[in-house]
């Protein structure tokens, strides 16, 4: 299952394209691929293009509106999310089949809400096929209690004593392991790796590396020795250098 979401933000104001960025940067699971401030320019560029998951689109734009937009869009059926500074076109933008609706001064709280509504529905498109190697079962604590979770969700583990937190796409839980009982179960798949003593990662979300800290979209995960060892050499062996140097 694809973990990343492509978005595109059309807008005609560089500072909004630059907010919505910054909202995205919170998700470990969202890539900005391409902004645009000409309508035009980004029908002509996304008629054909199929990697595109999310579309934050403004409606008030000149030479071609939002709403013209997402109607010549329809037929690849992208997942637009509209922005605009006027609710009046909240009604209109669900005619042309909108997933969701901002209104600017778009916050952070709001922005997080919508986009893991929306978010949830692309899972469901995304799964090809299910797998019971990606289900696993925990006791949350309330007696008799008993969640499941799906591996590929989860971004990461926190340990603090005899307890780990998990971290997933729009959650948090917390159950009675520690962190060495969880990286025993985790790491003997691939994704998860142990970079720190309070620390399980899931190598699906990783977006940067600078010095010991690895990113999660905007995250920052500690790494230290020996922890690192595994993932460092996972990277290196996934890392794109030219034989020239």
């Given at each position: 299952?694809?973990?990343?979401f492509?978005?595109v933000i059309i807008d005609d104001?560089r500072?909004?394209?630059?907010?919505i960025t910054?909202?995205?940067?919170?998700?470990?699971?969202?890539?900005?691929?391409?902004t645009f401030?000409?309508p035009?320019q980004?029908?002509?560029?996304l008629t054909?293009?199929?990697?595109?998951?999310?579309i934050?689109?403004d409606?008030d734009?000149?030479?071609l509106s939002?709403?013209q937009?997402?109607?010549?869009l329809q037929d690849?059926?992208?997942?637009?999310?509209?922005?605009?500074?006027?609710?009046k076109?909240?009604?209109?933008?669900?005619?042309?089949?909108?997933?969701?609706?901002?209104?600017?001064p778009i916050?952070l709280?709001?922005f997080?809400?919508?986009?893991?509504?929306?978010?949830k529905?692309?899972?469901?498109?995304k799964?090809s096929?299910f797998s019971y190697?990606?289900?696993?079962?925990?006791?949350?604590?309330?007696?008799?209690r008993?969640?499941r979770i799906?591996?590929?969700s989860?971004?990461?583990?926190?340990g603090a004593?005899?307890?780990?937190?998990?971290?997933t796409?729009?959650d948090r839980?917390?159950i009675?392991?520690t962190?060495?009982e969880?990286?025993e179960?985790?790491t003997?798949?691939?994704r998860f790796f142990?970079?720190?003593?309070?620390?399980?990662?899931?190598?699906?979300?990783?977006?940067?590396?600078?010095?010991?800290l690895?990113?999660?979209?905007k995250?920052?995960?500690?790494?230290?020795n020996?922890?690192?060892?595994?993932?460092?050499?996972?990277?290196k062996?996934k890392?794109?250098?030219?034989?020239?140097?």
């Amino acid at each position: 299952m694809k973990n990343t979401f492509n978005c595109v933000i059309i807008d005609d104001d560089r500072s909004a394209i630059n907010i919505i960025t910054d909202h995205i940067g919170e998700f470990p699971n969202l890539n900005v691929t391409k902004t645009f401030t000409k309508p035009i320019q980004a029908l002509t560029e996304l008629t054909n293009d199929e990697t595109v998951d999310l579309i934050f689109l403004d409606i008030d734009m000149p030479g071609l509106s939002g709403m013209q937009l997402a109607e010549n869009l329809q037929d690849r059926s992208p997942n637009i999310i509209f922005t605009t500074a006027h609710d009046k076109y909240a009604m209109k933008a669900f005619d042309v089949r909108a997933k969701d609706f901002l209104l600017k001064p778009i916050e952070l709280d709001t922005f997080t809400k919508v986009v893991n509504r929306v978010l949830k529905e692309c899972y469901v498109k995304k799964i090809s096929s299910f797998s019971y190697d990606d289900m696993a079962f925990f006791r949350p604590g309330e007696r008799g209690r008993v969640d499941r979770i799906n591996l590929s969700s989860i971004t990461h583990l926190r340990g603090a004593g005899n307890y780990v937190d998990i971290f997933t796409l729009d959650d948090r839980f917390t159950i009675y392991m520690t962190i060495k009982e969880m990286s025993e179960i985790l790491t003997t798949d691939d994704r998860f790796f142990r970079v720190h003593k309070s620390y399980l990662i899931n190598g699906s979300y990783v977006t940067r590396i600078v010095g010991n800290l690895v990113y999660l979209g905007k995250h920052p995960i500690p790494m230290t020795n020996p922890y690192k060892i595994r993932f460092c050499n996972f990277v290196k062996d996934k890392i794109w250098i030219s034989k020239r140097i």
